[in-house]
T-cell receptor
């Protein structure tokens, strides 16, 4: 176990709805990264948060947004859900000075 | 576009044999390389990290890095059925974030 937790574990939404996913980082880690993993694919980087600010973003539209809180926990928000947003959403925590990332168990999102 | 390429498999290896997983990457300036194991329905689990050319061993696992050839591999000795999983290669490209390959599905045959 990495000490990174995510909630909820599973979620079903309908197209057009909004969703919020949550992540608590491993103790002492100050950086949280979010990834989307579609079935049969590798994780795709969405964005990273450090010191409560976005610290890098992948090729995802603005309807994907996030927050980081003073305790380093983080949220991923997705607006106007599309069918293709169905995926496993992974949170990974790390130190900003290190590149090794440790993943939480993930949230599986199904958009109908 | 920074890319990480892996053979998607499936790769089938008899129990007790050596499994060899390969990965190539597009950016010669890459400095950090990682192997993650992902069981079906679970999240990726870090197995190895490697930063310098050559071999790095940890138990039954050996990571090999050749920056000149832009190639990184993972060897699993004495393969066990519990090693059956998808293995993800990940590369840190300079100031950009971690980029993953699509993974190689490994099956160990008892």
């Amino acid at each position: 176990e990495t000490g990174v937790t995510q909630s909820p574990t599973h979620l079903i939404k309908t197209r057009g709805q909004q969703v919020t996913l949550r992540c608590s980082s491993q103790s002492g880690h100050n950086t949280v990264s979010w990834y989307q993993q579609a079935l049969g694919q590798g994780p795709q980087f969405i964005f990273q948060y450090y010191r409560e600010e976005e610290n890098g973003r992948g090729n995802f539209p603005p309807r994907f947004s996030g927050l980081q809180f003073p305790n380093y926990s983080s949220e991923l928000n997705v607006n106007a859900l599309e069918l293709d947003d169905s995926a496993l959403y992974l949170c990974a925590s790390s130190y900003i000075t290190e590149e090794t990332q440790y993943f939480g168990p993930g949230t599986r999102l199904l958009v109908l | 576009q920074k890319e990480v390429e892996q053979n998607s498999g499936p790769l089938s290896v008899p129990e007790g044999a050596i499994a060899s997983l390969n990965c190539t990457y597009s950016d010669r300036g890459s400095q950090s390389f990682f192997w993650y194991r992902q069981y079906s329905g679970k999240s990726p689990e870090l197995i190895m990290s490697i930063y310098s050319n050559g071999d790095k061993e940890d138990g039954r696992f050996t990571a090999q890095l050749n920056k000149a050839s832009q190639y990184v591999s993972l060897l699993i000795r004495d393969s066990q059925p519990s090693d059956s999983a998808t293995y993800l290669c990940a590369v840190h490209f300079g100031n950009e974030k971690l980029t993953f390959g699509t993974g190689t599905r490994l099956t160990i045959i008892p």
